[in-house]
């Protein structure tokens, strides 16, 4: 946050974080790596093999992985990596929580990838490595050509990090409406986790108008009719939200973005709150059908009368590890995978007589 100084002259000086001071530096050597592969791509099988091989054999790591990558009939039948597969530790989502031991995250694959790593810590998140071998690789910056010189990097510390903030959610179910006024502290928590691209309230499959209000910090600000609403993180901006018209906006600008689906209203245009304000989702009193919501495209779910859903931005972002710098990185994710502002160049005039602006 900006620090008010006041000075002789009565004026205001403000001092700004200056992004390229996020820098990642280690207490202590990391020990402990959880890799992450795209499940069910064949094409992943020897990246896997050859990064598990070098942490384990030359960098002498402990590397966690899940339970269903090693059971990969692929792996099983590979007895060059036995002695390798046997010095792997496993997890299994939902089961073994291994929040606290693990000191770097390396994704291998897509986008969808670093949205998973990040589900799995709901609390403080490690740093992560991303490697582009899916489809999209927005939030992927690294090539694995390259991986065992940008992993040693990395090691060594002193690396560009983005930090990503991300939204918490919570779910309360049958909370109590009396006269036309909520009840924000009634009802029962039935969900509650951290969400890295966005909450999506849809009209599932009704073919009716999707109709929920939107309250800020208690305040009811408007009620949403049409498809749904969008609300999400600057890092979600570049995902869905931007499908649905919004804003992209810098990973490292605290905010909130609220985007409405198709709207039936041709005036309302997508918004951007403060990072810190809490939003709430209703359905409205006057709705015809119920509403479903999902959390970075996963446990959707009905959200029925009396229920809501609570929107504000988590204190544990996703330290994401840059292959340049964090600004650099981005403009060309935008300019790589949304060939952002891409045309073809307009021609320069042979003779500057030859222009209209110029004749009388």
């Given amino acids: 946050m900006p620090v008010i100084h006041h000075a002789k002259e009565r004026r205001y000086l403000w001092h700004i974080q200056d992004p390229a001071s996020q820098r990642l530096t280690w207490n ?4 402990n790596v959880l890799v992450i592969r795209k499940i069910r791509d064949e094409s992943l099988v020897e990246p896997f093999k050859e990064l598990c091989r070098f942490l384990v054999e030359e960098k002498l790591m402990m590397v966690y992985v899940e339970r269903r990558v090693v059971d990969d009939a692929t792996l099983s039948k590979d007895e060059a990596f036995g002695s390798i597969r046997n010095q792997l ?4 989502e939902g089961y073994d929580d291994i929040s606290d031991c693990i000191d770097l995250i390396i994704c291998l694959g897509g986008d969808g990838t670093l949205l998973y790593a990040s589900s799995l810590f709901q609390g403080s998140v490690p740093p992560v490595m991303a490697f582009h071998l899916g489809s999209l690789g927005f939030l992927t910056p690294f090539k694995f050509e390259s991986y065992k010189t940008e992993v040693a990097k990395v090691f060594e510390g002193n690396a560009a990090i983005t930090l990503r903030s991300r939204l918490k959610v919570k779910v309360v179910k049958d909370m109590l409406q009396r006269e036309g006024h909520t009840n ?12 890295l691209n966005e909450v999506v309230v849809d009209r599932g499959p009704s073919s009716y108008l999707s109709n929920v209000d939107l309250y800020l910090d208690g305040r009811l600000i408007t009620s949403v009719q049409g498809d749904g609403v969008i609300v999400s993180t600057p890092t979600g901006s570049t995902a869905y939200a931007a499908a649905a018209g919004a804003s992209m906006i810098h990973p490292n600008v605290p905010a909130i973005m609220v985007t409405p689906i198709c709207p039936h209203s ?5 918004i951007v709150v403060p990072a810190g304000v809490e939003l709430m989702i209703t359905l409205s009193p006057d709705a ?3 509403a479903w ?11 029925q009368y009396g229920d809501c859903i ?3 931005t988590s204190c544990y972002p996703v330290p994401s590890i840059c292959c340049h710098d964090l600004v650099y990185d981005w403009f060309e994710s935008l300019a790589q995978c949304l060939h952002w502002n891409v045309r073809k160049r307009q021609a320069r005039l042979a003779d500057a007589s030859d222009s209209s602006d110029t004749e009388n």
Avoid: H, W, Y
Avoid at 28 to 31: L, M, Q
Avoid at 89 to 92: D, I, L, S, V, W
Avoid at 184 to 195: D, I, N, P
Avoid at 266 to 270: A, E, N, V
């Fill in 184 to 195: 924000s502290e009634a009802g029962k928590v039935t969900l509650q986790l951290q969400v």
């Fill in 28 to 31: 202590k050597p990391p020990v």
């Fill in 310 to 312: 609570k929107i504000t």
């Fill in 293 to 303: 919501v999902s959390f970075d495209g996963r446990k959707r779910q009905e959200i």
């Fill in 89 to 92: 530790c496993t997890f299994r």
């Fill in 266 to 270: 041709l005036s309302f245009r997508p």
């Fill in 288 to 290: 015809r059908n119920t």
